[in-house]
Each structure stands twice: as C-alpha cells, then as structure tokens.
C-alpha cells in the first residue's frame, strides 16, 4: 500500500527556518500533485502550498514569500522550505499526494502529520 511519511517537524524560534520532507512509498506508478496542509489548533486545515509534476505551484498568501515547495520525482518526495517563521505558522503539517498506482488513478493519500511549533 501507498504511505506517505513526513519529516522534520520540531521547535523552532520565530525568524527561523524548519524543511519538511515527505517521502511516499508503495507501489506507485506516478504522482501527480503534492502539496502541504496545516491545521493549528481550534482552526481548519488549510492548504498551504502544492505542487504538480510540471512544476507549477500554489501558495497559501500567508506563506508567500517565505516558503517554498519542491519535489523530487525520483524519490518521490516533496518538500517544504519554510523560511522566517511565525508563531502563526504552528500547526500540526500534514503531506498529501495524488498517486497513480497500478490498480488506480488519482487517489488522495494523506500522512499523519508533522507538528510544527514556532515561539515568539
């Protein structure tokens, strides 16, 4: 089965910078796109960048400028530069990917989430 496994979450101080990882794994055949969420307590999970496999992106307004999304089709992973962080940005991060496996196309995969804690 397909997993999705997010890394480098921690503590980080306001102004500093944090990379985030997502790394999928399973029987895939293609991955379209990717991107981040981020849910903070009491709040919606909201996207907060994607990427597709031709390189176009999306940001969250709150977030341009300050971080950036990539990915790297042969390890299937997408990553998540985060730059000048906000006490704001704290919430827990969570990796989504739309993969193509042999049996389907376009299914929605999700990992468990990442906490990201930025103090002031």
């Known amino acids: 089965q397909v997993q999705l496994v997010e890394s480098g979450g921690g503590l980080v101080q306001a102004g500093g910078s944090l990379r985030l990882s997502c790394a999928a794994s399973?029987?895939?055949?293609?991955?379209?796109?990717m991107g981040w969420y981020r849910q903070a307590p009491g709040k919606q999970r909201e996207l907060v960048a994607a990427?597709?496999?031709?390189?176009?992106?999306n940001y969250a307004d709150s977030v341009k400028g300050r971080f950036t999304i990539s990915r790297d089709n042969a390890k299937n992973t997408v990553y998540l530069q985060m730059n000048s962080l906000k006490p704001e940005d704290t919430a827990v991060f969570y990796c989504?990917?739309?993969?193509?496996?042999?049996?389907?196309?376009?299914?929605?995969?999700w990992g468990k989430g990442t906490l990201v804690t930025v103090s002031s």
């Open positions: 989504n990917a739309e993969i193509w496996t042999r049996a389907y196309r376009g299914m929605d995969y």
């Open positions: 399973g029987s895939i055949f293609s991955i379209n796109s």
């Open positions: 990427i597709t496999s031709d390189g176009s992106t």
